[in-house]
């Protein structure tokens, strides 16, 4: 984790029980003494600054790293250099699942703003999960919806025309952020238009007209990164039958 500066205060040491993200993240279920147990894997939190990794591609796994604050993207290059986005990760999610099963990180993730995340030892992690089996199960969920996510984008990918992968895409992040306490329908994107495109498929002209179609049609307002969304119900409709589910 190169890029990332840790806190070296005292005061600023994670306490699992104390986080705002708490119900979202690995703790979730688990009872007062496990939250204590796991609180002792997290040495300390670490800072990512905008526009910095918090791992690479090809470095080692050392640590899962659940986002307490801030939000990151994941990339991948493709063979000629240009970068395809892989996902967008925000507060209560978790980093570094890519290298559980090789031990090396198959992507980037890098802080789409100045962020804030729990750094959790694996093997460390490991081992304490096979004392707890409610923390196992934790851990067995999240792996388990990353892989529900892959399913439901390769769907986005193959059923929905431009216009659709859009919605899909804004009325997912308006359910991730209501998750977590903010507002559905007023919202601000921490990514780049391009970026929303490599992650969707789509070039950036094709984004720009996508945005212009929703906001003809009453469902959307964005202007630069500002979303005002006006017709979620719409925006459903739209997607509708194209998709199960969006998470």
Sequence with gaps: MPDAQPFHAQHLK????NCS???LCLP?????PEIERLDTLIVQRAKVRKGTALYRAGD???SLYAVRIGSFKTSVLSVDGREQVTGFQISGE??????ISTDVHACDAVALEDSEVCPIHFAHLEKVAGELPSLQHNLNRILSREIVRDHDMLMMLGNM??????AGFLVNMAQRLSTRGYSSSHFVLKMRREEIGSYLGLRLETICRGIAH????GLVE???RDVNIQDMDGLRQLIAGCHRSLR
């Design 214 to 217: 929703l906001r003809d049609q």
């Design 60 to 62: 080692p796994l050392r």
């Design 222 to 224: 964005i202007k630069g």
């Design 14 to 17: 994670t306490a699992c029980s």
């Design 94 to 99: 978790m980093l570094g699942l890519d290298a």
């Design 21 to 23: 993200v708490l119900e």
């Design 161 to 166: 025309n431009s216009d659709e992968r859009l």
């Design 28 to 32: 979730l279920g688990l009872t007062g």
